[in-house]
T-cell receptor, first 114, second 112 residues
């Protein structure tokens, strides 16, 4: 079975500060890992994905994530937070053996303080 | 279409009423998924179609939930005799054979 755990349901950072959103996964097979962003009353937008190529994945809006197998982690980072980054962020895992179904974490709400 | 389209965007139903939620996937996308997102939670898998075949419905919470995709394109999620615990955002996603996965904006269902 696949699952993800997002540590910290709420994270606050100052504008211009480092953003770090944590995600740990559990998977019995090599996973595909994803980060999605959700703005209020909108659907999920893909930020980036890991599909067993490079372990450091660069996404949109300056975000990146590093796959660390030894730590079963896929933390999301951005060097400098912008006000427009305030949103809900979801980590998800898929193993492509169950019809490409995604298993999502419970989400982290990011607040950016001006 | 250019994206996954869901309708209605908002639905208020009285407890006990039946509702139908529509998903129009990206043209040519073989796979279609329904997820339920309760307030403050991540999306949870409900069911999966490959073309018109419903290959996995293990996530449907009760027999009041029913989904169909009769012609392998548009899908409808039907909830019978709605209950307050059914209140959530229902997300639809479609994916191509290469795995590109796109979500719709969802339908927010409120049962009063």
């Amino acid at each position: 079975a696949q699952s993800v755990t997002q540590l910290g349901s709420h994270v606050s950072v100052s504008e211009g500060a480092l953003v770090l959103l944590r995600c740990n996964y559990s998977s019995s097979v090599p996973p595909y890992l994803f980060w999605y962003v959700q703005y209020p009353n909108q659907g999920l937008q893909l930020l980036l994905k890991y599909t067993s190529a490079a372990t450091l994945v660069k996404g949109i809006n300056g975000f990146e994530a590093e796959f660390k197998k030894s730590e079963t982690s896929f933390h999301l980072t951005k060097p400098s937070a912008h006000m427009s980054d305030a949103a809900e962020y979801f980590c998800a895992v898929s193993d492509l053996t169950t019809g490409n179904q995604f298993y999502f974490g419970t989400g982290t709400s990011l607040t950016v303080i001006p | 279409g250019a994206g996954v389209s869901q309708s209605p965007r908002y639905k208020v139903a009285k407890r006990g009423q039946d509702v139908a939620l529509r998903c129009d996937p990206i043209s040519g996308h073989v796979s279609l998924f329904w997820y339920q997102q309760a307030l403050g939670q991540g999306p949870e898998f409900l069911t999966y179609f490959q073309n018109e075949a419903q290959l996995d419905k293990s996530g449907l919470p009760s027999d009041r939930f029913f989904a169909e995709r009769p012609e392998g394109s548009v899908s409808t999620l039907k909830i019978q005799r709605t209950q307050q615990e059914d209140s959530a955002v229902y997300l639809c996603a479609s994916s191509s054979v290469t795995g590109g996965y796109t979500f719709g904006s969802g339908t927010r269902l409120t049962v009063v």
